[in-house]
């Protein structure tokens, strides 16, 4: 079996619709591009498109939950076993194939929380950066990218889903977000104490490491939409993320890339509606 499996080549069936990340971010029919103003507001139950709104965070989760797998597995079938650059330790691999098995659950839990909730598998698109930033060809940096950011991201989305599910009185949207949140606290821990280990004698491959997770944290701020502002669909899940090994000042940091990704695109919508 071939090391670094290419994006391209990820086995999906027929239902599945795979999109390019760009052309997600281009859609005519989301807000930022509608020129029809800013109307990005928190997910509330009173909200008429409220519902077609949590079913597509749920189906975004769901394509996550299968790429989150495939890329933990590649992790503990990718590199040699060892404390090289390009190997990863033994321990690391164990704790990778724990996550293999927490994200197979969260895949059949989403699936059938997605049902519960009224859709299914492909009612919306899949893009595949979660997995294309696993392709990094340096261990740390695929923990940075995948534990820390993205993962970190999934902390947000689950804490807000699992608010979500408070306010509508949905008791299995409630429990099952926060039973997957629970869980990922803990991918993201692995990935902030990993970090720590790997690269605690070697500043420089700490820093490439950081700045990975930079980049990815700023892409998927998504222009605002994961923030602390009132009205910031996603809200920044602040006591879990220092639970999963996240410094006040890394979340400070986090917080301010989110707002400046939120004012480049109010930014350019201004632009584009004069
Ligand atoms: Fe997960
Ligand atoms: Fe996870």
């Given at each position: 079996m071939r090391k670094i499996h290419p994006v391209e080549d990820l086995a999906r069936d027929a239902r599945f619709q795979r999109i390019d990340i760009q052309e997600r971010v281009n859609d005519a029919r989301s807000p930022d591009n509608s020129r029809r103003g800013r109307i990005k507001v928190r997910l509330t139950p009173d909200r008429t498109e409220a519902s077609d709104g949590a079913r597509s965070l749920m189906h975004g989760i769901f394509v996550g939950e299968v790429q989150a797998l495939e890329g933990a597995g590649r992790t503990c079938?990718?590199?040699d076993?060892?404390?090289?650059?390009d190997e990863a330790p033994f321990e690391l691999?164990?704790?990778m194939a724990r996550q293999c098995w927490?994200?197979?659950?969260?895949?059949e839990i989403s699936v059938k929380l997605g049902e519960w909730m009224g859709?299914?598998?492909g009612e919306f698109s899949e893009t595949t950066f979660l997995y294309a930033a696993a392709c990094n060809p340096d261990p740390v940096l695929r923990l940075t990218g995948v534990n820390r950011a993205l993962e970190g991201l999934a902390i947000d989305v689950f804490n807000t889903m699992r608010e979500f599910g408070q306010l509508a009185g949905d008791p299995i949207l409630e429990f099952c977000e926060d039973w997957m949140l629970a869980d990922e606290v803990t991918h993201v821990k692995m990935g902030s104490d990993w970090l720590r280990r790997l690269?605690?004698?070697d500043p420089g491959r700490r820093a490439r490491a950081l700045e990975f997770q930079k980049v990815v944290d700023k892409l998927f701020s998504l222009g605002g939409f994961r923030g602390e502002e009132d009205d910031s669909p996603i809200q920044l899940a602040r006591r879990f993320r220092e639970l999963a090994g996240f410094a006040e000042e890394e979340i400070d940091e986090i917080s301010a890339l989110s707002s400046e990704a939120r004012d480049e695109v109010e930014a350019r919508r201004q632009a584009a509606t004069a």
């Open positions: 079938w990718d590199f076993t060892g404390t090289g650059e691999k164990l704790d927490d994200e197979a659950r969260h895949c859709t299914a598998i690269t605690a004698d």
